[in-house]
């Protein structure tokens, strides 16, 4: 599994588009958890608790590319987005955690199973959600890269 480090801070610096928040606390995570019956992956959580907790939603929330960091308090399931692209199909629940221009399309974790837990699914791009990466560290790589395949849908 890559991993994820300061550097995807230093990344966002060179971003004048972007403000960070500050990481939150491992009770919040928690409280979090325990509130919507999940378990964060732990590269997930790391970069909630040791990195940042997101964009600032309230002033440059967007990279220079479009892309949008959800801070956790503004996680949320995609059952709950009301447009049908944006239901899952499977009955799996994902929470969306970065949107692209605007809700375009988004890009979701799956907390729940075991066996797919931390893939992340292009929302808004068709039923069943095309799959990404295997993991949060994995598409904060392509982001990272820009890579194409954050882009075709």
Avoid at 45 to 73: C, H, I, K
Avoid at 107 to 122: K, P, Y
Avoid at 124 to 152: C, H, M, Q
Wanted: charged fraction near 20%; glycine fraction near 6%; proline fraction near 4%.
């Amino acid at each position: 599994m890559v991993k994820i480090d300061a550097s995807l801070l230093d990344f966002w610096r060179k971003d004048t588009c972007v403000s960070l928040q500050p990481p939150v606390s491992d009770t919040t995570i928690l409280e979090f958890e325990r509130s919507h019956n999940v378990i964060l992956p732990s590269d997930f959580r790391y970069y909630l608790s040791n990195l940042t907790n997101g964009f600032n939603q309230s002033a440059n929330y967007q990279d220079g590319n479009g892309f949008n960091f959800l801070p956790l308090e503004c996680l949320y399931a995609v059952s709950k987005f009301d447009t049908s692209d944006f239901k899952a199909s499977n009955g799996r629940d994902y929470y969306v955690f970065c949107d692209y221009l605007d809700f375009c399309w988004a890009f979701a974790i799956d907390f729940n199973g075991s066996d797919t837990r931390g893939n992340i699914v292009v929302v808004g791009a068709g039923n069943p959600f095309p799959i990404v990466s295997k993991s949060f560290s994995e598409f904060i790589e392509l982001y990272r890269a820009d890579d194409a395949r954050l882009y075709r849908f």
